[in-house]
C-alpha cells in the first residue's frame, strides 16, 4: 500500500466527521425552535405575579389562590396552631431548612423562618405536597397541619414535613405583605 493510498481514506474520514458535525448543529438549531415554545409564553409571565385580597380570610380560615398554575395556601392560623408551631424543636424536623424563597437557603425551619415577617399568624406557601406534587389536604393528619391523602406525608401547622415520604416542607414562595389585608405573591 503506497502513501498516496492511504491519504485518501483519511482525508475521506475527515470530510465525514465535517459533515457530521454540521449535520449535528442543524439538526440543533431546527430542534430548538420546537423546544423553546413549549416554555411560557408572555400570557403566562404576566401571571409571575398576583395581589390576594386577604381581608375576609379570619383566625382559623384559609384561602387557595393560584399562582403559577400551583395552588398557594393562605392561612391566618389560630394561635393555637403557632403555639404549637413554635413548640417543635429542631431537632424533631424532618426537615430542618425553611424553604423560604424570601430569607437565606439555608435558613433554619423555626416557625419564625416560616410565617410572614411580623405577621406570626399568616402562613403563604405553596400547596404541593413535596413528595410527587399532590394538594395536600388542610387542618388534617398527625400533625394538625396538612395530609396528603396520596401517599400518606403529614405536615405540621408551619407545613414542615413530619412524617411520611415527602423530604421537604413545603415551600414558602417569593410574598409580603403590601398592606394588613393584601398578599403579593411572585
Ligand atoms: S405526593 Fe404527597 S405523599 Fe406522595
Redesign the pocket.
Known amino acids: 500500500m503506497s502513501v498516496h493510498e492511504t491519504a485518501d481514506p483519511n482525508r475521506r474520514d475527515f470530510l465525514y466527521i465535517a459533515t457530521g458535525a454540521v449535520a449535528a448543529v442543524g439538526a440543533a438549531s431546527l430542534a430548538w425552535p420546537f423546544i423553546d415554545q413549549m416554555n411560557p409564553d408572555a400570557a403566562t409571565l404576566a401571571l409571575a405575579e398576583i395581589e390576594v385580597d386577604v381581608s375576609q380570610v379570619a383566625d382559623g380560615q384559609s384561602i387557595t389562590a393560584k399562582w403559577r398554575g400551583k395552588p398557594v395556601f393562605i392561612r391566618q392560623r389560630t394561635d393555637a396552631e403557632v403555639e404549637e408551631a413554635k413548640a417543635v424543636p429542631l431537632a424533631d424536623l424532618k426537615d430542618p431548612v425553611a424553604r423560604n424563597a424570601n430569607i437565606a437557603a439555608d435558613a433554619p425551619a423555626t416557625d419564625e423562618n416560616r410565617s410572614a415577617p411580623g405577621k406570626e399568624k399568616w402562613l403563604v406557601m405553596v400547596g404541593v405536597?413535596?413528595?410527587?406534587?399532590?394538594i395536600?389536604l388542610g387542618q388534617a393528619g398527625d400533625y394538625d397541619g396538612w395530609f396528603?391523602?396520596?401517599?400518606?406525608?403529614s405536615y405540621d401547622t408551619a407545613g414542615r414535613i413530619r412524617q411520611?415520604?415527602?423530604p421537604e416542607n413545603m415551600a414558602v414562595p417569593p410574598f409580603e405583605f403590601t398592606s394588613d389585608t393584601i398578599v403579593r405573591i411572585g
Open positions: 405536597c413535596t413528595h410527587l406534587g399532590c395536600p396528603c391523602p396520596c401517599h400518606g406525608s411520611g415520604p415527602a
